[in-house]
């Protein structure tokens, strides 16, 4: 069966019964990549191999990245940086500078937990973007909706050149609309397991 490691975004949780998970349980059994509210490079990187561990998950199983906006940051880059397919919506490229909006005091959307956002943890990003290397022999999807007023579209040009990319009319940064997108994704991960 297929495995897929959800990483959720920039004040997101991961959130069982939400529509992306319900959408992706259609094609195998999700794992969240939670953070427990923490969206720092160790933060990640520590919920990532967690999830790993505590789960008994190998990375040459049948597995795929999945995540949204910070997290699709995470699928992309994890996924070269490991050799696994990966689908990222609306992502965020360039954590350094695009999450520099949120410094100060912020909320997760689910679960109402404050955090503070600093302009160092920003800049702990920058080496990482420009370490991902993109390699066409590893299969990826970029999905992007047209309506996206969160995230920039630079850099999204050069990406999108080396994996599947589809461009959405409405979703709005989340993407909730699963239905706009969900034979994409179908297609990608048929084409995965043929």
Not at 18 to 25: A, D, H, I
Not at 174 to 192: H, M, P, S, W
Request: glycine share 8%; aromatic share 12%.
């Amino acid at each position: 069966m297929l495995k897929i490691c959800y990483f959720n975004g920039f004040a997101g949780s991961p959130n069982p019964l939400g529509e992306k998970v319900s959408l992706l349980k259609d094609f195998g059994e999700v794992f969240p990549v939670d953070t427990e509210g923490a969206y720092s490079v160790p933060a990640y990187q520590k919920a990532f191999h967690e999830t790993l561990e505590k789960n008994d998950i190998r990375l040459s199983d049948p597995l795929v990245f999945f995540g949204t906006s910070l997290g699709g940051f995470w699928a992309r880059t994890l996924g070269y940086a490991y050799s696994v397919p990966w689908i990222a919506l609306n992502p965020s490229l360039s954590p350094s500078e695009e999450l520099l909006q949120f410094t100060g005091k912020n909320t997760v959307f689910d679960t109402g937990q404050r955090f503070t956002w600093t302009k160092q943890e920003c800049s702990v990003y920058l080496p990482i973007e420009n370490s991902v290397k993109d390699y066409l022999e590893i299969p990826g999807l970029i999905i992007v909706a047209k309506d996206d007023d969160v995230l920039t579209t630079k850099g999204l040009a050069e990406a999108s050149k080396k994996c599947a990319f589809v461009q959405v009319e409405s979703g709005g940064h989340r993407l909730l609309n699963t239905r706009g997108y969900q034979d994409y994704i179908k297609e990608f991960l048929d084409n995965l397991l043929i």
